[in-house]
Nanobody, 130 residues
Framework: LQLVESGGGLVRAGGSLRLSCAAS????????VGWFRQAPGKEHEGISK??????????????YYTDSVKGRFAISRDSVKNTVYLQMNSLKPEDTAVYVC??????????????????YGQGTQVTVSS
């Protein structure tokens, strides 16, 4: 499975962005997909230290959000396009980060921290100015 993120950019506080995680190489619906982020300057710490902010399950499509984005972000899946989206509204400067999507097969969200995600994308930068 290959994952490619897009949709990042520079936006003012209060604005919106929609990130996309496009998959190829396998049946994307079989995977739970999560969005992670890492604040500026900490990308070198490795994906395992990124903050998991949202997830959509592989089987029933149930979703999960961390408290810091609940009510502002929405995750969704388009099975025809093999793409998972993260709609981000009411963005704040503290949302500035590299955003990475990841996939793990046949799993429900939230994903147990002891499980290792199967695939990761390269990330997309989101910068929110004040």
């Amino acid at each position: 499975l290959q994952l490619v993120e897009s949709g990042g950019g520079l936006v003012r506080a209060g604005g919106s962005l929609r990130l996309s995680c496009a998959a190829s190489g396998d049946t994307f619906d079989d995977y739970a997909v999560g969005w992670f982020r890492q604040a500026p300057g900490k990308e070198h710490e490795g994906i395992s230290k990124y903050e998991g902010i949202s997830c959509i399950s592989s089987m029933d499509g149930s979703t999960y959000y961390t408290d810091s984005v609940k009510g502002r972000f929405a995750i969704s899946r388009d099975s025809v396009k093999n793409t998972v989206y993260l709609q981000m509204n009411s963005l704040k400067p503290e949302d500035t980060a590299v955003y990475v999507c990841a996939a793990i097969i046949f799993t429900s969200c939230p994903v147990n921290r002891n499980l290792k995600w199967d695939y990761y994308g390269q990330g997309t930068q989101v910068t929110v100015s004040s």
